[in-house]
């Protein structure tokens, strides 16, 4: 194995995700740079490496070195402590302030900043707030280093070792050793898989106890993220088993034995055991307990309602507020003012807003209290544009914090102060957030569900809206007449169409319906890398020059997938090489292989409860700073949120997102792409959910067949849910 001793120069490219380097070096005994590749997780301009690997000559780049093993040295010159100091390493430092920290200390600065960072202040234009976040950010990376040096054969990230080091804090080297698993629970971006590497190196055993529970809960945990409250006791064991490479009786034992010590729940229903994750089975078995409780309990405005002449009623609704409703509004009305919960549910231009606004006109006559919310920021500001009153999201609504733990400081000690609650678009509504929202209604008040049970289900685990209507146990009402001011639109009439197993029609198309249509266009081009090309040159050129609309604020394009020509990915390249190219009036920040411009629109991947930032949320770039190492996002609230660079992972791009990532949201325009590759994802409920997201135009390309099958295609993918049994029970 040859060696290569020398001082990192330049870094030309660097994966987050998996540390590959392409970088140059200057070796100690020769007088020009070379090129090294390999995985360098940590490395900085300025260091001193020592390499162990192989030399070979690569077709296109010529020779280079390939790095196996690599150890590094921190710089002894003065010029060498500058450009470590410059490289990015250290929050707070950039070019300039490491000059003159490396100017003012010369070989003694890594001195100092280890062992006496006080003087630090001697340093012109440190003030003490730079000071203490400089010792603060020095300290911090000699830890991660330590994480880093002790994983290294184990390709940890520099991006995961800093979040190990933000969970644990001194004590990550301690955890990581005794008790690897947990990282897998703790840590974000840190799964099983690479928890179990870990642990393998460390030595445990293949069936030990510790690693059988481990992979049974992130197999939970795994059916989580398909939607399932729970697995049945089979089922489980059998995942299990494969995903651990252990014998089924080993797995059946462990899994005994972690439901005695209450990781996990079990209970029998006919028969048959279902495995829970705790937080899963509390939250169903709460909010069946909840809705029976807010049912039974006394109101008095169903009391007055009760006994109300709603004929006089709906009278002065269509005289004072020109307000008329049908026999389905009507009873729509009736009965979430005399009822504690009820369902109202419809698709697009069925009044279903028209009638939640009756009913809160209905209560504003009594003085009563009402509030309005919505599982995200966009359908919350939809729904406060219909109705026209203030609306928010349900965390805000609840008053969630991230002190002392997220919780949410609305709750059964700490109820809303209302008479009403309603909650739109619920068929996004998953088990625990429908929790955290019952608990803080108060036992008098009403609630109203609202949304299209005909649309996707929730991204988090559960079915709540549909397990509601399918157990009986809550009145509901399904409106199904469309309305005259929406039967114009194209828009709602396909959505109907397709709902209904009908295919769409679009303008230009021969036949007397579709002379009508001018909101829904389709444009065929069945392969994929054509289609990608059309979304390109649809969204950038010809929507803005026919309709006069933003390329990048009124048009979001919605694909079923996140792989192939046509999916997330590849679309969010193209498009923000057309929208948003490179320019050095422009600042950027790479992460992985994404790269991140002022001016993006991104969406975020995962809850944040630290920042209040939730999966689903949109919003632009509006700064970067290098120095700082903080990427700022203004959202739909018109609310800068900061990011570290460390946490780019929790964003993407979001030029193209995935229907799933849309509901809730509304937009001027949608393009869909459909294709018959993406076959396994191609279902009726998909294909209306993207299109009912549009509000003036509509625009599927790909391929005829690709609409075809998914609109013929209602099989819905089952999802292990018990609320609608515990309804029905009582």
């Not at 590749?37 to 001193?48: D, P, R």
């Not at 293949?206 to 059988?212: G, I, L």
């Not at 481990?214 to 939607?227: K, M, N, V, W």
């Not at 079923?560 to 600042?587: K, M, S, Y």
Request: with cysteine.
């Amino acid at each position: 194995m040859a060696r290569l001793n020398g001082i990192l120069e330049r870094i030309t490219f660097h994966s987050e995700t998996d540390g590959y380097t392409v970088a140059r070096v200057l070796p100690k005994d020769k007088p020009y740079q070379v090129t090294i590749v390999g995985k360098l997780l940590g490395v900085q301009v300025g260091e001193s490496v020592e390499l162990e690997g192989r030399w070979v000559d690569h077709p296109e780049h010529g020779r280079q070195f390939e790095v196996e093993r690599y150890r590094t040295v921190l710089p002894a010159t003065v010029e060498g402590i500058r450009r470590y100091l410059g490289s990015g390493l250290i929050k707070g430092i950039g070019p300039v302030m490491a000059r003159r920290i490396a100017e003012t200390f010369g070989s003694y600065t890594l001195h100092v900043l280890e062992h006496e960072p006080l003087r630090l202040h001697e340093v012109s234009g440190l003030g003490p707030k730079r000071v203490d976040r400089i010792q603060q950010a020095w300290a911090e990376q000699q830890q991660i280093k330590a994480i880093m040096l002790f994983l290294q054969d184990l390709e940890i990230t520099p991006g995961l070792a800093v979040r190990i080091y933000k969970q644990y804090g001194e004590q990550s080297l301690g955890v990581v050793q005794a008790t690897p698993y947990r990282l897998a629970d703790d840590v974000y971006g840190i799964g099983f898989l690479t928890a179990d590497k870990i642990a393998q190196a460390l030595g445990i055993p293949h069936d030990s106890p510790q690693r059988v529970g481990a992979g049974l809960r992130y197999t939970l945990s795994q059916a989580a993220d398909e939607g399932h409250c729970f697995l049945p006791w089979a089922e489980l064991a059998e995942r299990g088993a494969a995903l651990l490479g252990v014998d089924l009786a080993v797995v059946e034992a462990t899994l005994g034995a972690i439901v005695i010590t209450r990781e996990v729940h079990a209970e029998a229903w006919d028969g048959q055991r279902m495995v829970y994750l705790q937080p899963f089975y509390r939250a169903e078995r709460a909010v069946a307990e909840r809705v029976h409780d807010l049912l039974r309990a006394p109101s008095q405005i169903a009391a007055f309602f009760r006994t109300a002449n709603w004929a006089r009623v709906f009278d002065f609704l269509a005289d004072k507020r020109a307000i008329t409703l049908t026999e389905q509004q009507r009873e729509a009305v009736q009965m979430a003012l005399t009822n504690k919960v009820s369902v109202l549910t419809g698709g697009p231009g069925t009044g279903k807003t028209v009638t939640t606004r009756t009913i809160i006109m209905a209560l504003q006559q009594r003085g009563e209290k009402f509030v309005l919310a919505s599982p995200t920021g966009r359908a919350a500001k939809r729904l406060s544009e219909a109705t026209g009153a203030e609306a928010s999201t349900i965390h805000r609504l609840l008053e969630f914090s991230p002190i002392g733990g997220p919780h949410f400081k609305r709750n059964l000690e700490n109820p809303l102060d209302v008479a009403l609650v309603v909650v739109d678009e619920v068929s996004m509504l998953d088990i625990l957030l429908a929790n955290s929202l019952l608990k803080a209604v108060p036992p008098h008040a009403h609630v109203l569900l609202v949304g299209d049970a005909d649309q996707l289900p929730s991204v988090g685990p559960g079915r709540v809206l549909c397990d509601m209507l399918d157990s009986m146990a809550v009145p509901s009402i399904h409106l199904d007449t469309i309305f005259r001011q929406a039967e114009g639109s194209g828009i709602v009439a396909n959505a109907h169409r397709i709902n209904q197993g009908e295919l769409p029609w679009f303008a230009r198309q021969a036949g007397a319906e579709a002379g009508r249509i001018n909101d829904c266009f389709f444009f065929s081009r069945p392969v994929p890398d054509m289609c990608a090309e059309l979304v390109v040159e649809v969204v950038g050129e010809r929507i803005p020059r026919r309709f006069g609309l933003d390329p990048r604020r009124d048009i979001q394009v919605l694909t079923p997938t996140h792989r192939g020509p046509a999916g997330v990915a590849n679309l969010n390249v193209l498009l923000q090489a057309a929208l948003n190219p490179a320019d050095e009036q422009r600042p950027e920040q790479r992460f992985g292989a994404t790269v991140f411009r002022a001016g993006d629109r991104v969406l975020q991947l995962r809850n944040n409860y630290d920042l209040e930032v939730y999966n689903g949320d949109i919003g632009e770039i509006v700064a970067i700073d290098p120095v700082e190492q903080l990427l700022t996002v203004r959202y739909d609230d018109a609310r800068d949120v900061a990011y570290d660079f460390g946490l780019l992972d929790e964003l993407t791009l979001a030029y193209a997102i995935s229907v799933h990532k849309a509901q809730g949201a509304e937009y001027p325009c949608v393009v869909i792409p459909l294709l018959t590759q993406h076959y396994t994802l191609l279902q009726r409920n998909l294909l209306y959910t993207a299109v009912t997201r549009a509000k003036q135009l509509v625009v599927l390309l790909g391929d005829r067949r690709a609409i075809a099958i998914a609109v013929k295609n209602n099989r819905v993918a089952a999802r292990y849910t018990g609320l609608a049994r515990r309804l029905k029970a009582g």
